[in-house]
């Protein structure tokens, strides 16, 4: 024998927030898609630059920077561009520190990454820099020497 049993208000009252939960999810998921958006272009030397534009900040900056150093002999090399965080778009300087291993010095070292974007529509213009520095003590000499690397360049992007 079977039974046939109604739902009960409580029934509908959960199928009814289930309903509204991904009617809201569906409205409120476009909106901050369209609030987000990807980057993607390259920088006065020709190596690609990528980041994530979410409201008036971005994050997820990705590049590669030519940086010099001011040691004898003179070295200088690409170094990665990818500092942690998120900034303003705001076209003001903002800057972010991290310890990461550097391949024109070799060993790990303090970064210091500087971040300027500004957008008009889908088009950003920008400017990365960054530098780092290291010391050596030499004992037989009594001696420090210091090295300091940097490099800046300007960068435009369209979103994809």
């Not at 500004?118 to 004992?139: C, E, M, N, P, W």
Request: charged share 15%.
């Amino acid at each position: 024998m079977t039974s046939k049993r109604q739902p009960t208000a409580v029934a509908w009252q959960v199928a009814l927030g289930v309903i509204v939960a991904i009617a809201t999810v569906t409205m409120i998921g476009p909106a901050s898609a369209a609030n987000s958006a990807q980057f993607k272009g390259k920088t006065k030397e020709g190596s690609a630059i990528t980041f994530l534009k979410k409201g008036s900040s971005v994050a997820s900056v990705n590049s590669q920077i030519h940086v010099t150093c001011d040691s004898i002999p003179i070295k200088g090399g690409i170094e990665l561009f990818k500092p942690p965080g998120m900034y303003k778009a705001d076209g003001k300087w903002h800057s972010a520190h991290a310890s990461r291993t550097t391949v024109v010095l070799g060993g790990k070292v303090g970064f210091m990454y500087r971040v300027k974007v500004s957008f008009k529509g889908q088009h950003a213009v920008g400017r990365i820099t960054l530098a780092f520095g290291s010391s050596y003590y030499d004992a037989a000499t009594n001696t420090t020497t210091f090295t300091n690397c940097s490099g800046v360049t300007n960068f435009q992007a369209q979103s994809i």
